[in-house]
């Protein structure tokens, strides 16, 4: 900025102090308050190097109000890391137990034919695979593998799904009304679960499949005999 001397650095000043807020040019830079004083109605503060190495201020815990947990001391972290990613309460949870709860355990997504009904399952990236040979299950190759129903989400179509069942009508053979695909059903071996098609996963989450063929055609026979039908979809 050129400086100006005598009486003409004298009305620029003038000029300046008259000149209403708003009105083109350069405004004139505010004065450093007095010690112990501050501009009226704004206040201002001055950063130091201090400042700026110190920690950040508390996050507002807000988006923990409706969470019953008791976090102590990590309660800022778990609202940092909310915040960092864009997670809900229940979002944060959930992730957290996917981490630890499905230890050793891959998400597999799939879905039927025409992409109707998508879903997704935790299970083991080397599957054990029954192939059931009783009536219906023979007709339609239902090589499936077994999950417990904590483990599944269906994603979308559960308007476009449609049920099959006869004989005991235990098992729900479910199927997408669009395409005909039944990319996963309820067993009668396990009702509180779900039999998912091996071959209706995407590509990419399996490494291996070892098949174990069940009779189906003497299910209860069968069901005493092979115990792990029942047991092993819950280790």
């Known amino acids: 900025m050129v ?4 009486a003409a650095g004298a009305a620029v000043k003038q000029r300046a102090k008259s000149r209403p807020a708003g009105e083109a040019g350069e405004a004139p830079l505010p004065a450093p308050p007095e010690k112990g004083k ?5 206040k201002r503060k001055l950063c130091t190097v201090q400042d700026e190495k110190a920690e ?4 507002p815990l807000g988006p923990l109000e409706s969470c019953s947990l008791d976090l102590g001391g990590q309660r800022e972290r778990w609202v940092k890391f909310q915040k960092r990613q864009s997670l809900t309460c229940e979002g944060a949870a959930k992730l957290l137990l996917d981490t630890f709860e499905y230890q050793g355990l891959v998400k597999h997504t799939g879905g039927c034919h025409c992409g109707a009904v998508r879903f997704e399952v935790w299970a083991s990236a080397d599957l054990n695979v029954f192939e059931c040979n009783c009536s219906i299950c023979k007709k339609k ?9 904590s483990r599944f989400k269906l994603l979308k179509g559960a308007e ?3 049920t099959y069942t006869f004989n005991t ?6 199927f997408c009304k669009s395409c005909g695909v039944q ?3 309820t067993p009668r071996s396990n ?3 779900y039999g998912i098609a091996p071959h209706c996963l995407d590509e990419g989450s399996v490494r291996s499949i070892v098949i174990q063929e069940f009779n189906g055609n003497e299910w209860e026979k069968a069901i005493k005999e092979q115990k792990n039908v029942q047991s092993k979809p819950k280790e």
């Open 183 to 185: 990319s996963f059903y």
């Open 56 to 59: 950040e201020p508390p996050l």
């Open 169 to 174: 009508h235990k098992a729900q053979h479910t």
């Open 141 to 149: 190759q239902n090589r499936h593998f077994i999950v417990p129903a």
């Open 191 to 193: 009702p509180d679960g």
């Open 3 to 6: 400086k100006t001397k005598g």
């Open 160 to 162: 476009n799904i449609t």
């Open 38 to 42: 501050g501009r009226p109605g704004r």
